[in-house]
């Protein structure tokens, strides 16, 4: 089992900007990795994944304004969140897998915005 860290999140105002991090205990090398969000209320959306050759996608709501990142020598995954709205406001998780099985959960980091 690999640990997963993130960091990055806070309070921004709408339209600003943050940088989450994951970072994980073991190697992600040939792992998918990716971020979920959850907002109260609101179902869990997995809002963005790399492949282990690097392709990435994205939920339609945050295609043009997140961007995913992998390192796989520092085994960490990288979330840009830029433009935000309101809406963005939720608990993000990272997560390792593999297809469509996921081994590695974080705890979550929260990202509000607001004004």
């Known amino acids: 089992q690999v640990q997963l860290v993130e960091s990055g999140g806070g309070l921004v105002q709408p339209g600003g900007a943050l940088r989450l991090s994951c970072a994980a205990s073991?190697?992600?090398?040939?792992?998918?990795m990716g971020w979920y969000r959850e907002a109260p209320g609101k179902q869990r959306e997995l809002v963005a994944a790399i492949s282990t050759s690097g392709s990435t996608s994205y939920a339609d709501s945050v295609k043009g304004r997140f961007t995913i990142s992998r390192d796989n020598a520092k085994n960490v995954v990288y979330l840009q969140l830029n433009s935000l709205k309101p809406e963005d406001t939720a608990v993000y998780y990272c997560?390792?897998?593999?297809?469509?099985?996921?081994?590695?959960w974080g705890q979550g980091t929260q990202v509000t915005v607001s004004s």
């Open positions: 073991g190697r992600i090398v040939g792992y998918g």
């Open positions: 997560f390792r897998g593999l297809g469509s099985r996921v081994f590695d």
